[in-house]
């Protein structure tokens, strides 16, 4: 408490100063976990994250571009917004209410995000064996790629922060073809589902992941505001 | 025969008429039995019924029959009104008597029976979905038939709401006396899901030998195929996923709720007309359908709050794969290749399959073939001691099926993999040993190998090697008569030896440089005595890297005399000359040339050089690409000739180059890459004697002549009054460019002039030409020349090439001195002797001179002064002063300068022809194009005294109308006093003039000054001029916007009186001036 590196008064500043820094050497062995080291990864690790969440937004534009089109009429045009069906609600929806979004915790959330994106990869890449054609396929497992990248990278977050990751159902949810559709337009729906799912659920992780970055400060900050703290 | 069947017949109706007039009176009579009818199904009995009336319903009947007058007659009783009696061979009698009535016999004949076979039932109608197929079972029944019989069924099928016939089959069978189950299948347009579909059938049997009426069996009970709308809760399109050949035809339902409404269906991404099945079930028709995309054409039915659809993938059957190929890359597995053809348009789980299957084990493998490339891979094991393969591929996809066979000895089609890990190691200098890899078993088989040797100075060389095939071994082979210090590449491919099919790849090239070996023979020497003979100078020719064998480090010059070696000297590359002091002494010289490997063997030559008498120098030019060189043979040149010549002209140390020639020689050529036209070329022949060279002639020599590069230098070393004399230069050899022929000098009156063309091409007809052909004489005079003359001199050399560029100069030749003083002298002594007698004459006539001229008493008449004086009244009216005309007195106005511009402006446009008339456009931006019209300084001049506030005149009240657009100006509240003040100025008849003239007559007394001039008025509200001028505040930049106007118009004629032209150009100063004078009345006020 009497460290105050920050005190008008010129004469004490070097001494605040020094004070400041006896303070956190001494502290240094005392502060959990050494967290300074964490926290700089939670920082860092959370605005790759985000920044990931951008780019994957961006690249599943042009992907679903290329996909819807690949699906053919009548999933191509603008105006296609057909009503969600009881069984594409295999696919977690993002579509929760926002409000009752802001009020979970941040663990809530990252479980939530972790969760939805594993779900997601597998029914993406059960698609990925489905595509036609090569080119697409190509995009599909590059897309994939960087889809385990952000669910790595969401769980990395949720380790630094210091929160468990979540039990859930990570492996598959079950044996692709069990659950698959009873006929192609129905998977068609579902690919298209999917999609749509994948950019709303984009959307959000990357609001999600700028508020998380505004509340976890960055690491030098935070070792000196946790050093005031003793 | 016939006419008697005939008259049969006429007397069988006869009968049958009577009989039927007996029948009517038996019908006459109430309660008897009536209307016996017998009908059979079966042919072997009949049903017999009867109607009776209604008293004799109750109780028993007595049945009698009796088939002719033998049998007897059988009777029974029944309570039925119908029996069954076997069917007569012609005719029963049959008695029927009811309680309480009448007996009543009725005699049946056959052809009074109708035959109706017994209705059929359907005994199964199985549905298949996916092919939208019915397979229907019946059974004949052929059993009840005593014999066999041909059928016909009749098929009935039905569909829709209400039911319609979709199709009606004849179906024709043959009765076997055994019960048979007969089966049909017919497949649908429509899917079975989209609509219920019923079936029914009726038989008819076709008894030739029964006479009687023969008739079709009812209908069956209809059975039904119940569609997906009829079942509660289905809904969906159908046919689920279809895959179709293109071309087809298709038909789509949408099976949907009872109150669902459905908006509309597509296919692919077109909306088709949909037909009604039911009121759950719609269908659209797609006829010729396309090839669909890779995920295949949806079909969608919109309904108001969901979509249900289906996809279809229309592709084509596979294609017949061809250029089946197989070929052992190993003898392990065998690759066989194909071209797919025709894509099939089907992908993923629908893609084209292929299988290979050889028929000779019985084997079959499944091909995994990617559809990226052209041509279809798929490997088969080879089989233990089997070398004929059989194989047929197997083409299919949910379309349809193909395939293509190949029999094939694996033997004779091998294709080698790719020789690997090439190494090449050196024997010696010319040889090496190659040794490669190839990945097979090839023991059964010879393999030949191809070599390839190439080098960058010999042509690509092939090799080929034959070695017995081994498993998977290093192969060898040895390459021989390499050069030395080469590098060459190598690389290899493989084969079969016995049957050649393919060679492999070639394998990858290495490199590998041979090691030297000492120079295959002596380098080409001459020598020289050097120009003071002390020495002698040995050149040598470098050898060709064929011949050098390596790189030469140094030649090795000796000297030996009678075995003894006088000098011995090592020069070092790249030297090809060295200098060996001898004195007037001889000796044999030695050269070798020395690589790292050794020395090349010596090449050896004399130094002695024989006395030679009358050598000749010759000239040559060079015909074609060498220079001809020609003697008359020697019969003592034992050892050949020699010619050397020299590549450098001129004093510097040339660089000897040399060529020898046979004895036998005469004439020869000479050839080099280094000889360039305009230079001269020094060849000396040599003769090779026994005891040493001997000169035998020198020829110069031009590869071409070119003409000289400068004119010989020249000066005039003597001029006289008529001659010149000239001397000349030589021309140096190299500026000389070819064999001098001759001199020319042209000769022509003229001054120096740098313009003036070349003497010899100017056609100067007094241009004087002279050549010299004699080339020794270096001087020349030229005669007949004018005196004090300047002459152009030009000199031009020639060869064969052509002529040099002029050399010119100026001369002046001297001039003639008799000539100058005669022409001086003749002239003054005329003058004198002209004087003498002059001065004679006066002398002697003195008297009448004076007499004349100046006599002592003067004569008034001829007196000079009288005459002098009326010659000055006459003649000068300039001086006359007294002269009273009328005068105008001029007057002279002093102006300001800042009014004169407007003024002038004014009356201009005050004239009466000019009744000016101002567009009355409100519009600002209008206005900015719109030209000035200032009326005249005095305006301003109140402007300026006036403060704005009276602006607003009496005249503004009035609106008046813009003669060209004939609508009142728009007036935005805003702007509403600028644009009052823009309205007023408008037009204004001119005929109204006292009246508003009086109204504003307080306020402008600038225009009551106007409305004296007659009738005419300015056409704009000079008050609005103002609203621009600076005084107002922030409005100086709105000067322009305010200070314009359209062009003046007649109130006649509308047109502009003034021309567009003026618009721009006159009016533009006087707002320039106007605009000016405000801003200088204003400034003291800023």
């Known amino acids: 408490p009497d460290v105050r590196a920050d005190d008008g008064d010129p004469a004490g500043d070097s001494w605040g100063i020094f004070t400041f820094l006896c303070a956190a050497l001494c502290n240094l062995p005392a502060l959990p976990a050494l967290n300074c080291s964490e926290e700089l990864g939670a920082g860092q690790s959370i605005q790759q994250t985000y920044d990931l969440t951008r780019y994957l937004e961006h690249q599943l534009r042009t992907l679903a571009g290329t996909y819807l089109n690949y699906l053919g009429p009548p999933f191509n045009e603008p105006d296609f917004n057909p009503p969600r069906m009881a069984r594409a609600e295999r696919v977690p929806s993002a579509t929760v209410d926002l409000d009752l979004w802001r009020g979970l915790t941040d663990n809530a959330r990252l479980a939530a995000n ?80 999917l999609l749509k799912e994948l950019q709303t659920w984009l959307w959000r992780s990357a609001k999600d992941f700028n508020r998380l970055k505004k509340k976890v400060p960055p690491a030098v900050v935070t070792l000196r505001l946790e050093a005031r703290g003793f | 025969m016939w006419k008697n069947s005939s008259l049969r017949c006429l007397l069988a109706l006869a009968i049958l008429c009577l009989r039927s007039l007996i029948y009517s009176q038996e019908i006459g009579s109430l309660g008897d039995p009536q209307n016996l009818k017998c009908v059979t199904h079966n042919l072997q009995k009949m049903l017999c019924t009867w109607d009776v009336s209604s008293r004799g319903r109750r109780g028993q009947t007595d049945f009698c029959y009796t088939t002719n007058d033998l049998t007897p007659q059988v009777c029974f009783k029944t309570k039925e009104r119908r029996v069954e009696i076997p069917i007569p061979e012609s005719s029963i009698t049959v008695t029927i008597k009811s309680s309480g009535t009448a007996t009543k016999e009725f005699v049946i004949h056959q052809k009074d029976i109708s035959f109706v076979p017994i209705t059929p039932h359907i005994l199964s109608l199985m549905p298949d979905f996916p092919t939208s197929t019915l397979n229907l079972k019946w059974s004949d029944n052929g059993s009840v038939f005593p014999y066999g019989l041909d059928a016909l069924w009749q098929i009935q099928i039905l569909r829709k709401e209400p039911m319609e016939v979709v199709t009606q089959v004849t179906y024709y069978s043959k009765l076997t006396h055994e019960d048979v189950i007969l089966s049909w299948n017919w497949t649908s347009d429509m899917p079975l899901e989209c609509t219920s579909h019923y079936v029914k059938i009726r038989c008819y049997i076709n008894a030739t030998q029964f006479v009687g009426s023969k008739d079709w069996s009812d209908w069956s009970p209809t059975e039904v195929i119940p569609g997906k709308d009829t079942e509660p809760g289905e809904s969906g399109v159908f046919p689920l996923d279809p895959v179709v050949a293109v071309g087809s035809d298709l038909t789509f339902c949408c099976v949907h709720e009872e109150d669902q409404r459905i908006t509309n269906m597509t296919y692919g991404s077109k909306s088709y007309t949909m037909m009604q099945l039911s009121s759950r079930s719609h269908a659209i028709r797609v006829l010729n359908a396309n090839v669909s995309n890779s995920s295949g054409t949806n079909v969608v039915c919109r309904l108001e709050n969901a979509w249900e659809g289906s996809v279809v993938f229309v592709g084509y059957a596979p294609d017949t794969p061809q250029n089946l190929s197989c070929e052992t890359p190993n003898f392990l597995i065998i690759k066989c290749t194909w071209k797919p053809g025709r894509p099939s348009g089907l992908y993923g789980e629908r893609r084209t399959k292929y299988s290979l299957f050889e028929r000779t084990s019985g084997r079959n493998v499944s091909c995994e073939v990617s559809g990226l490339n052209k041509d279809h891979v798929c490997d088969f094991p080879v089989l233990p001691a089997q070398k004929t393969y059989d194989f047929i591929l197997g083409v299919s996809n949910p379309i349809g099926q193909a395939k293509s066979s190949l029999l094939v000895d694996i033997t004779q089609r091998v294709h080698p993999k790719t020789p690997e890990k090439l190494t090449v190691t050196e024997n010696n200098s010319t040889s090496i040993q190659l040794r490669w890899f190839i990945n097979g078993s090839f023991a059964e088989i010879r393999l030949l190998c191809q070599l390839e040797i190439s080098s960058s100075h010999s042509e690509r060389k092939l090799q080929n090697v034959s070695t017995p095939g081994r498993k998977s071994s290093t192969y060898t082979a040895q390459v021989n008569e390499l050069h030395p210090h080469t590098k060459y590449q190598f690389r290899v491919r493989c084969s079969d030896a016995d049957h050649f099919w393919r060679w492999s790849d070639w394998s990858r090239g290495v490199e590998q440089t041979t090691s030297e070996a000492p120079p295959a023979r002596g380098p080409d020497i001459w020598r020289e005595r050097s120009p003071s003979g002390e020495n002698v100078i040995v050149f040598w020719k470098p050898l060709s890297p064929s011949e050098s064998n390596g790189i030469i480090v140094s030649h090795e010059v000796s000297c030996y005399l009678l075995d003894m070696l006088l000098e011995h000297k090592v020069v070092l590359e790249p030297s090809n000359s060295t200098e060996i002091k001898l004195g007037k002494s001889d000796c044999v010289i030695s050269v070798v040339a020395r690589n790292n490997a050794g020395s090349s063997p010596p090449s050896r030559i004399t130094s002695v050089e024989l006395p030679s008498d009358n050598v000749t120098t010759d000239q040559a030019v060079a015909v074609g690409n060498g220079i001809n060189i020609s003697w008359d043979s020697y019969p003592n040149m034992t050892c050949g000739y020699i010619v050397k010549w020299c590549h450098s002209s001129g004093s510097e140390p040339c660089s000897v180059d040399w060529q020898k020639f046979p004895s036998n020689t005469t004439s020869v050529v000479i050839k080099s890459a280094l000889f360039k036209p305009g230079v001269r070329y020094n060849f000396s022949l040599y003769g090779c004697k026994s005891m040493g060279y001997q000169l035998l002639k020198n020829v110069t020599g031009y590869m071409k002549e070119l003409p000289p590069k400068t004119a010989p230098n020249f000066i ?371």
């Open chain 1, 114 to 193: 972790y969760r939805a994106y594993s779900r997601l990869l597998c029914y993406l890449r059960v698609l990925d064996g489905q595509v036609g054609t090569a080119e697409l396929r190509h995009r599909l497992s590059h897309f994939c790629a960087s889809l385990q990248g952000l669910v790595l990278s969401i769980g990395g977050v949720m380790s630094s922060l210091g929160y468990p990751l979540p039990a859930g159902p990570v492996g598959p949810p079950g044996p692709p073809g069990a659950s698959a559709a009873p006929n192609d337009f129905l998977k068609k729906m579902d690919d298209f589902w």
């Open chain 2, 716 to 1086: 005039v070393e003597e001029t006289s009054s008529d001659s010149i004399l000239v001397k000349w230069e030589d021309i140096p050899i190299e500026e000389c460019r070819g064999f001098f022929k001759r001199i020319s000098s042209f000769l022509c009156k003229g001054e120096k002039d740098a313009l003036k063309p070349r003497l010899s091409e100017s056609g100067n007809p007094e241009l004087k030409v002279n050549n010299i052909t004699d080339l020794t004489k270096k001087s020349m005079k030229i005669l007949d020349l004018q005196g004090k003359t300047s002459y152009q001199l030009e000199l031009q050399a020639y060869t064969a090439g052509g002529l040099s560029p002029p050399n010119s100069l100026y001369v002046v030749t001297k001039e003639d001195s008799v000539g100058l003083i005669i022409a001086i002298l003749i002239p003054v002594a005329v003058v004198v002797l002209l004087g003498v007698l002059a001065s004679i004459f006066c002398y002697r006539k003195r008297e009448w001179i004076k007499e004349t001229f100046y006599p002592e008493i003067p004569n008034p008449e001829n007196s000079k002064a009288l005459q002098f004086q009326r010659n000055i009244c006459e003649g000068n009216k300039t001086l006359k002063t007294l002269e009273m005309n009328p005068c105008t007195p001029n007057s002279v106005e002093v102006v300001e300068t800042q009014s004169t511009a407007p003024k002038i402006e004014d009356t201009e446009m005050m004239s009466p022809a000019a009744e000016t008339t101002v567009p009355e456009d409100g519009s600002e931006s209008e206005m900015e194009n719109h030209v000035v019209v200032s009326y005249c300084p005095p305006i301003i001049e109140e402007e300026i005294s006036n403060p704005p506030t009276d602006e607003p005149g009496g005249s503004s009240q009035v609106v008046y109308i813009d003669i060209q657009s004939m609508y009142q100006p728009q007036i935005k509240p805003e702007e509403e006093p600028e644009i009052d003040l823009v309205t007023t100025a408008g037009y204004k008849p001119q005929m109204q003039l006292s009246i508003s003239a009086l109204k504003i007559e307080g306020h402008s007394p600038v225009e009551e000054e106007l409305d004296k001039t007659a009738g005419y008025r300015p056409q704009a509200n000079t008050n609005a001029w103002n609203m621009g001028t600076p005084d107002s505040p922030g409005s100086v930049e709105s000067n322009n916007e305010n200070a314009s106007f359209g062009s003046p118009c007649s109130i006649n004629s509308r047109q502009f009186l003034l021309p567009p032209k003026d618009d721009e150009d006159s009016p533009k100063p006087i707002n320039t001036a106007w605009s000016f004078t405000h801003f200088f009345q204003n400034k003291p006020n800023d």
